[in-house]
């Protein structure tokens, strides 16, 4: 079983900066890919960021120029600086992990448990 755990939520003015942590930790082989997922209510979890084992990024259009996704790889852990928060950036905030338990094994995925994020107008 592999455990993402998130932490760097929290209330921010609009303008703001945050950023996310998330620590992957179980049984890893490798990590193909970590991402940011939101999901404000009522409505559908969109991906916010993702970036690959390579550390290509990948970004929503609504964040790209604001947001900066990363990872280090020795550490299994992804973060997401967060700059010039919008109210609309408001919403919980998961990270995802597409992971491997041997070599050339399948990949399996994992969700954090989520953190809240709150930009105040």
């Known amino acids: 079983q592999v455990q993402l755990v998130e932490s760097g939520g929290g209330l921010v003015q609009a303008g703001g900066s945050l950023r996310l942590s998330c620590a992957a930790s179980?049984?890893?082989?490798?990590?193909?890919?970590m991402g940011w997922y939101r999901q404000a209510p009522g409505k559908q979890r969109d991906l916010v960021a993702s970036i690959t084992s390579g550390e290509n990024p990948n970004y929503a259009d609504s964040v790209k120029g604001r947001f900066t996704i990363s990872r280090d790889n020795a550490k299994n852990t992804v973060y997401l600086q967060m700059n010039s928060l919008k109210p609309e950036d408001t919403a919980v905030y998961y990270c995802n992990a597409k992971y491997r338990r041997k070599w050339s094994g399948p990949a399996f995925g994992s969700w954090g448990q989520g953190t809240q994020v709150t930009v105040s107008s």
């Open positions: 179980g049984s890893i082989f490798s990590i193909d890919a």
